[in-house]
């Protein structure tokens, strides 16, 4: 049997690389430095929850296989994995600690998707105002959500191909993808929630 | 902002309604509990709380209908819904409809209450 731990979150700044100090910047104009701590907080306890059940959960004895959402696929994981925990993404830092005893890390995503969705997002945030940027991400919206469910299909597709019988996946992705809907039927998912801070995220993305 | 907040559980468990009762009575907190999702919302429009604790998993009138009804009303409450499972179609429904946190039980109490007073905390920011 194959089982998948589907771990749902909700990303932190620290996890988005180079687009996070502009977005830090935007929301702190727009939401003052109070508020942004507040989220900073929120989004760490959810990982902090996230760490402890993993932690309680039985799957020592088999093998562990990492999937991260935005982690592409380029013989680099591992050293992407440890500059991104280094910029202080909880996410990454549990990820390297799951290494660390003894779970293999798995390039996750598409180069090629990846760069697609960077390029989106750089069109939005070259905007300079907001009104703007409102219309450009409404604008690209329908073929943003296009090309997530292509990640979502090239994730689901690259755990089937690497996650081996009798092991046990840990999948960490951010709450818009849809993976489980596209995974093998012999998968067993189960699903791990600790809290998911919605009022944050829907900060986040008014901007 | 009043100086007390008030706080709403609604769950099909009164023994979980009885726990938060008890355990955010003693966090200072006006606490009032409803047994499933109708008598939820008869003391959401007869006295709105600040936060309120909303289960998904409810017989007659579960979490999600409730959260569609409340929507439909101009609430000023945080609303925190919660799920025995790790259900995360139900996890992006509540999303969808407006909730505002979403937590998984079994809780720890510890972290029920951090998440009570951050939430009161942001409450009293805001006002």
Redesign the interface.
């Known amino acids: 049997m194959r089982q998948l731990i589907y771990v749902p979150v909700i990303h932190s700044e620290a996890d988005m690389g180079t687009v996070a100090e502009p977005h830090k910047k935007e929301f702190t104009d727009q939401f003052g430095v109070c508020v942004w701590n507040e989220h900073i907080k929120a989004v760490d306890e959810m990982w902090e929850g996230i760490r402890k059940r993993l932690c309680k959960l039985d799957i020592g004895r088999s093998k562990v296989r990492i999937y991260q959402d935005g982690l592409p696929l380029c013989g680099r994981e591992m050293d992407i994995v440890r500059d991104v925990a280094a910029q202080g993404s909880q996410n990454h830092r549990l990820v390297l600690s799951l290494v660390g005893r003894g779970a293999l890390l798995e390039g996750t995503e598409d180069v090629q998707l990846l760069l697609e969705e960077y390029r989106y997002i750089q069109a939005i945030t070259s905007e300079l105002e907001p009104t703007e940027k409102r219309e450009k991400a409404k604008a690209l919206s329908s073929k943003r959500k296009l090309l997530l469910r292509r990640r979502d299909r090239f994730i689901a597709r690259r755990i089937d191909e690497t996650l081996k019988e009798g092991e046990t996946g840990i999948l960490f992705a951010g709450m818009a993808h849809r993976i489980d809907k596209y995974l093998a039927n012999d998968i067993q998912v189960s699903y791990l929630i600790f809290r998911l801070p919605f009022s944050k995220l829907r900060q986040k993305e008014s901007l | 902002m009043p100086m007390t907040s008030k706080i709403l559980v609604v769950d099909d468990e009164p023994e979980l309604c009885n726990l938060f009762s008890k355990i955010m009575t003693e966090m200072g907190y006006e606490v009032s509990t409803a047994v499933g999702g109708w008598q939820g919302l008869a003391k959401i429009r007869e006295n709105p709380p600040d936060i309120l604790f909303l289960d998904i998993k409810m017989p007659q009138m579960d979490g999600l209908e409730c959260l569609r009804r409340i929507k439909k009303i101009k609430r000023k409450f945080?609303v925190v819904v919660m799920?025995g499972?790790?259900?995360?179609e139900s996890?992006?429904e509540?999303?969808r409809l407006g909730?505002?946190?979403?937590?998984?039980k079994p809780f720890?109490l510890d972290?029920l209450k951090?998440?009570v007073n951050?939430l009161v905390?942001?409450l009293v920011?805001d006002a």
Do not use: K
Not at chain 2, 85 to 88: K, L, T, V
Not at chain 2, 99 to 104: L, P, R, T
């Open positions: 945080v799920t499972y790790g259900d995360i996890a992006r509540a999303m909730a505002d946190e979403f937590i998984s720890d972290d951090r998440l951050e905390g942001e920011n």
